[in-house]
């Protein structure tokens, strides 16, 4: 099993970045994006089940990314807009075939994260 997250970069405060998690090696998982500040806990951002597709997303976040799928490319995507500076992180893609996964020790499989930078 192989998670690769791509799509990081720096961005102005108000911008937008599109990450990326390729996998291999999976099917029907839950899929899920979480990033980890400086000096701070990884943290989680959202999650989208394989099957039916819903989705979660942290407070933080909800109304500024949108988490989607690619089936025929098990490919998971993370569209962030409206970027702030506390938004900076690396960004990690996981996976699990827990269902009801709620916190990062449910997540089995893990890509190398991912920078992103916000500037004010």
Request: charge should be positive.
């Amino acid at each position: 099993v192989q998670l690769q997250a791509s799509g990081g970069g720096l961005v102005q405060a108000g911008g937008s970045l599109r990450l990326s998690c390729a996998a291999s090696g999976l099917s029907f998982d839950v899929r899920a994006w979480f990033r980890q500040a400086p000096g701070k806990e990884r943290e989680f951002v959202a999650r989208i089940n394989w099957i039916g597709g819903s989705t979660n997303y942290a407070d933080a976040v909800k109304g500024r990314f949108t988490i989607s799928r690619d089936n025929a490319k098990s490919a998971v995507y993370l569209q962030m807009n409206n970027l702030k500076p506390e938004d900076t992180a690396v960004y990690y893609c996981a996976s699990t075939s827990n269902v009801w996964a709620t916190t990062k020790k449910d997540y089995d499989y893990w890509g190398l994260g991912t920078q992103v930078t916000v500037s004010s």
